[in-house]
């Protein structure tokens, strides 16, 4: 079945600095990718929908200066958190459009602590 | 307006019995499709089922089971049989569309505890 690759798992980083999740599609063609964050306990909310070639589609009350997503190929999209502060710590997992029964493919996601 | 409604934090059941974690939704669309996934403390989106807005017979995959209930808008997910394993997060989501063009809509989800 189709699966998404997504890198890093854990990651720490200081205050101020930056970090990059990357989704990878290994067997199929992600045209749409979708971004999540999900707080401990909480629901997975949208952060922004991304189409290969096109800028990103921000949901309301997303930075998008400050998650920058790129999706410049079929295969990989990527979620780069700058200046990140401790409150930027969360959970964020991708979710990519594939073309089988049900249209969903998630990544393993990202939990980014900040300190 | 909450377009997924779970309006259990937490169940808590015993091995092998059944349980049903409830799910409401609300949409304006005719085509749709509703999911449930599990998530346990890794992070990971399990698939678990899927109904879709015009099938007219409930879902059915191995121990889980959608109660479709389309005038009340609802879509509870039924686990017979319960595991130690079943113990995680179970999300209720929709699709509002015919295909996978827009992204899922959570709930804020159910807790859910399996003992022995």
């Known amino acids: 079945g189709a699966v998404v690759s997504q890198h890093p798992s854990r990651v720490i980083c200081k205050s101020g600095t930056s970090v990059k999740i990357e989704c990878r599609s290994l067997?199929?063609?992600?045209?749409?990718m979708f971004w999540y964050r999900q707080f401990p306990k909480q629901s997975l909310m949208l952060m922004a929908t991304?189409?290969?070639?096109?800028?990103?589609?921000?949901e309301q009350g997303v930075e998008k200066d400050k998650f920058l997503i790129n999706h410049a190929s079929l295969t990989l999209s990527t979620l780069t958190v700058t200046s990140a502060h401790p409150e930027d710590s969360s959970f964020y997992i991708c979710?990519?459009?594939?073309?089988?029964?049900?249209?969903?493919?998630f990544g393993s996601g990202t939990r980014l602590t900040v300190v | 307006a909450q377009k997924i409604t779970q309006t259990q934090p937490g169940m808590f059941v015993q091995e092998k019995e059944a349980v049903t974690l409830d799910c409401t939704y609300d949409?304006?669309?005719?085509?749709?499709?509703l999911f449930w996934y599990k998530q346990p403390s890794s992070g990971e989106m399990i698939f678990l089922i899927y109904?879709?807005?015009?099938?007219?017979q409930n879902a059915t995959e191995g121990r889980y089971s959608l109660n479709f209930q389309k005038a009340r808008k609802s879509a509870n997910l039924v686990i017979s049989a319960s595991q130690l394993g079943d113990s995680a997060m179970y999300f209720c989501?929709?699709?509002?569309?015919?295909?996978?063009?827009?992204?899922?809509?959570f709930g804020k989800g159910t807790t859910l505890s399996v003992s022995s």
């Open positions: 979710s990519a459009r594939d073309h089988g029964s049900y249209g969903y493919t």
């Open positions: 067997d199929f063609q992600a045209t749409t």
């Open positions: 991304s189409n290969e070639g096109s800028k990103a589609t921000y």
């Open positions: 949409t304006s669309d005719q085509s749709y499709g």
């Open positions: 109904q879709g807005s015009y099938d007219e």
């Open positions: 989501a929709m699709r509002e569309g015919p295909r996978a063009g827009t992204a899922l809509i």
